[in-house]
């Protein structure tokens, strides 16, 4: 199995966080249509953390005030759980870095950095959401330290192209210390 099935196959845990209703959290706000498209799959996972981050992401983008309204009114004992979840995928998203060199050697580049950073990004909207509701400190402090592990691998993403559908491009210009180059000439990169 390669770096791309893995983190496409990880097991989920369904835990009861109903699905988050997109149009409602959207309210007037448009995403792209592959942003959205990306949103409402997370939404209507049966996995509860990638309800969350449709949440998070939602609200990274263009609702934080819906997104801070259904943070609010999901239990903390929810969230917690959600909490301790993302700390295990951060663990996870550590190791697939550390694997990165030989998945490039066996898999398309572009589709596997999309993958790891698509994954992170997922944890940074949940730790959003987290937030919001007064918790995630601890996933916020291990996603300084995972950047921070990421970080050293950043020269295998110095010629990685965002694809034009991604959601990371609409979330880039909202996440000024992100780590890694997107495909955009005019911002300086020092890996070194």
């Not at 496409?8 to 109903?18: C, E, G």
């Not at 291990?142 to 295998?156: P, R, T």
Request: glycine letters at 4%.
């Amino acid at each position: 199995m390669d770096l791309i099935d893995a983190l496409r196959s990880r097991p989920k845990t369904v835990l009861h966080i109903s699905r988050p209703d997109v149009d409602e959290l959207l309210g007037s706000c448009e995403l792209p249509v592959s942003v959205r498209d990306k949103v409402e799959g997370f939404a209507s996972s049966p996995c509860y953390t990638d309800r969350v981050a449709a949440v998070g992401l939602i609200g990274r983008l263009c609702a934080p005030e819906t997104a801070a309204d259904w943070s609010k009114n999901t239990p903390s004992s929810m969230l917690e759980k959600v909490e301790i979840v993302s700390l295990g995928d951060v663990d996870y998203l550590a190791d697939q870095f550390e694997h990165l060199p030989r998945a490039l050697a066996r898999a398309d580049e572009d589709l596997v950095l999309n993958a790891l950073l698509e994954d992170r990004d997922k944890l940074e909207s949940i730790s959003f959401v987290l937030q919001l509701a007064g918790l995630g400190n601890v996933l916020v402090e291990s996603l300084k330290a995972l950047d921070m592990f990421a970080a050293k691998y950043g020269n295998y993403f110095k010629s990685f192209t965002l694809g034009k559908d991604s959601w990371l491009k609409a979330v880039f210009p909202k996440e000024p210390e992100i780590w890694w180059p997107p495909d955009y000439p005019d911002i300086p990169f020092d890996f070194d």
